[in-house]
């Protein structure tokens, strides 16, 4: 499977740029985003695989989900949806948290802007990611983030296939 993922860093911004196109439909690929039964199917880069505890994907409204491993530990996180543009565009606030949905403060918040444009070779999806500060950005990548999120994306590639 090939990748054609675009991954930019700035960390003069903090900030990362993610851009994947997929040969699919704008409704189909929103689909997959935003509704939880869909997003377990791919989001988690295996071994480990997603959960979602709850969502509801409105303004305001709260994605909380495990990404669980080989070994059956939970690690939980959560999305505070912000402004949503139906088969356009969704934003949000990333956490850490625990099962119950409390904020883990010793991780910072990322802000999200999903973004979806129809293109000659299907859908452009694109990610921007803002974090609070470099070291905060520094974090996640240490954390694998990069190859995780690379992972997913192309797991659902194969999912839409």
């Known amino acids: 499977m ?3 993922i675009v991954f930019n860093k700035d960390f003069e911004s903090h900030s990362i740029y ?3 196109i997929y040969d ?3 409704s189909k690929v929103w689909d997959y985003f935003t509704q939880s039964k869909l997003l377990d199917q791919w989001w988690a880069p ?4 997603c959960e979602t505890v709850k969502q509801d994907f409105n303004e305001g409204g709260i994605w909380h989900y495990a990404m669980v491993g080989p070994d059956g530990e939970k690690m939980y996180a959560q999305v505070q949806y912000g402004e949503i543009m139906k088969h356009r565009s969704f934003d949000g606030t990333d956490s850490f948290c625990d099962e119950k949905g409390n904020i883990n403060e010793d991780f910072a918040q990322s802000k ?3 973004g979806f444009t129809g293109t000659e070779e299907g859908v452009k999806v694109t990610v921007n ?7 905060t950005m520094k974090q996640m990548l240490e954390m694998g983030f990069e190859e995780g999120f690379k992972m997913g ?3 659902l590639e194969g999912v839409l296939k």
């Open 2 to 4: 090939k990748s054609n």
């Open 18 to 20: 993610v851009m994947k």
């Open 24 to 26: 699919a439909d704008v």
């Open 46 to 49: 295996k071994p480990w695989k």
């Open 112 to 114: 999200w802007l999903f």
């Open 129 to 135: 990611i803002h974090f609070s500060s470099t070291e």
């Open 153 to 155: 994306l192309n797991q």
